[in-house]
T-cell receptor, first 115, second 119 residues
Framework: GDSVTQMEGPVTLSEEAFLTINCTYT??????LFWYVQYPGEGLQLLLK?????DKGSNKGFEATYRKETTSFHLEKGSVQVSDSAVYFC??????????????FGTGTLLAVQP | GAGVSQTPSNKVTEKGKYVELRCDPI?????LYWYRQSLGQGPEFLIY????????DSGLPNDRFFAVRPEGSVSTLKIQRTERGDSAVYLC?????????????????FGPGTRLTVL
């Protein structure tokens, strides 16, 4: 079945450091890919998405490019801030496979940014 | 407008008891999803409603779990004979329209979750 694998955390960085969180996927169809973020004490929020190969999703300085050849969707940010500390989830939706549009999530990566 | 709301925010129960968890989606959203998030894991799909009907319940772990959405808005997740392994955060999400293809209006908005603890 479809699955998502993301790097384990926690990832600890100093403010203004470069961030990469790796995410790879397995899917039978042509999935759409997402990054969700969960800030402390808050619910899941969509951070960015990409719906087809070579698309780049971006939001709040974060970027991720849909790479079909490597089945990857790595999250990057050039300069992290303390306020970026959160848990980040990579997810896919196999929209071609049926009508459900359900999301399949990775296990999450905790990012801690220190001042 | 209000986002997705879930009640209660916390529920503590004893093994073997029955619990109901409520989800109030964003007004006008026709699609509603339930997910379960165990400690240290990502959310796992349970069930999807399109309107009043359960279009996909393939994620429900067993027949102790059941969900309804009688009027196509509020949904209730029901768990019978709770077990300690049912302890998790139960998340609800809604989206504006049904679709087989992700696009505008298909984003899933998540509620804050109900933390269920079975003693």
């Amino acid at each position: 079945g479809d699955s998502v694998t993301q790097m384990e955390g926690p990832v600890t960085l100093s403010e203004e450091a470069f961030l990469t969180i790796n995410c790879t996927y397995t899917a039978t169809g042509y999935p759409s890919l997402f990054w969700y973020v969960q800030y402390p004490g808050e619910g899941l929020q969509l951070l960015l998405k990409a719906t087809k190969a070579d698309d780049k999703g971006s939001n709040k300085g974060f970027e991720a490019t849909y790479r079909k050849e490597t089945t990857s969707f790595h999250l990057e940010k050039g300069s992290v801030q303390v306020s970026d500390s959160a848990v980040y989830f990579c997810a896919l939706s196999d929209a071609d496979g049926g009508a459900t549009n359900k999301l399949i999530f990775g296990t999450g990566t905790l990012l801690a940014v220190q001042p | 407008g209000a986002g997705v709301s879930q009640t209660p925010s916390n529920k503590v129960t004893e093994k073997g008891k029955y619990v109901e968890l409520r989800c109030d989606p964003i007004s006008g959203h026709t699609a509603l999803y339930w997910y379960r998030q165990s400690l240290g894991q990502g959310p796992e799909f349970l069930i999807y409603f399109q309107g009043t009907g359960a279009a996909d319940d393939s994620g429900l772990p067993n027949d102790r779990f059941f969900a309804v959405r009688p009027e196509g808005s509020v949904s209730t997740l029901k768990i019978q004979r709770t077990e300690r392994g049912d302890s998790a955060v139960y998340l609800c999400a809604s989206s504006l329209k049904p679709t087989y293809r992700v696009g505008p209006g298909n984003e899933q908005f998540f509620g804050p979750g109900t933390r269920l603890t079975v003693l």
